[in-house]
């Protein structure tokens, strides 16, 4: 972690440079908010694809939609989440845009630019797509972090932010790395690494 004051590109670059030059290699996603300076940094220096939150997309179709719609829209999009496979998955969500078109075409249009990074968790394997698909691990932790801080209110200084939230994202490491079937095992992800030996990280003394 690290602290800083904005949340430009710059910082995400050279906080994502900082974490490549420890050793963190072989990303292939990256689940987060949608802030366009951590989205360029993702590419630029990762080189990791993106996914956007399926929830937040949903809310932002939805608005294209008419009350009455509504349930109707969101039953009609999901049927490219129920599909088995990415490829599946792809042509049922251009199906889905193309019947929307004459009716909804801002709707049609949002699925048009939003397919990629809506999708992109659909090429890893099935066990782990529902952890997958949206930000909800990164804002309940979000909302720890801002109830722990809301506590305090006002740091003296970033050593002391960093001893708080650097204690709390230990303690959701530890958790994520023990309940293994609350988020995903070493042994599910071993077959998407580029490294030919994949282990655990020696414990901390």
Request: proline share 4%; aromatic share 6%; glycine share 6%.
């Amino acid at each position: 972690m690290t602290v800083g004051h904005s949340e430009a590109e710059t910082f995400w670059v050279e906080f994502l440079r900082s974490l490549a030059r420890r050793g963190l290699r072989g990303v292939k996603l990256v689940i987060s908010d949608a802030h366009e300076g951590l989205k360029a940094a993702i590419v630029k220096i990762l080189g990791a694809t993106w996914q956007r939150c399926r929830i937040h997309f949903m809310r932002n179709a939805l608005a294209y939609t008419g009350k009455t719609q509504r349930r109707v829209v969101s039953a009609w999009v999901g049927t490219a989440f129920a599909q088995d496979d990415a490829a599946a998955a792809r042509k049922q969500w251009r199906d889905v845009a193309d019947q929307a078109r004459p009716r909804v075409p801002k709707l049609a249009a949002l699925m048009d630019e939003a397919e990629a990074d809506v999708l992109a968790y659909m090429g890893f394997p099935a066990q782990h797509r529902a952890k997958l698909h949206s930000t909800n691990p990164l804002e309940r932790l979000n909302g720890e972090i801002k109830r722990r801080s809301e506590v305090v209110g006002i740091f003296p200084n970033e050593a002391a932010v960093t001893r708080l939230i650097g204690a709390l994202l230990l303690e959701q490491n530890d958790e994520w790395a023990v309940q293994r079937s609350r988020y995903m095992s070493l042994e599910t992800i071993a077959p998407l690494s580029d490294d030919p030996i994949v282990s655990l990280p020696a414990a901390a003394a």
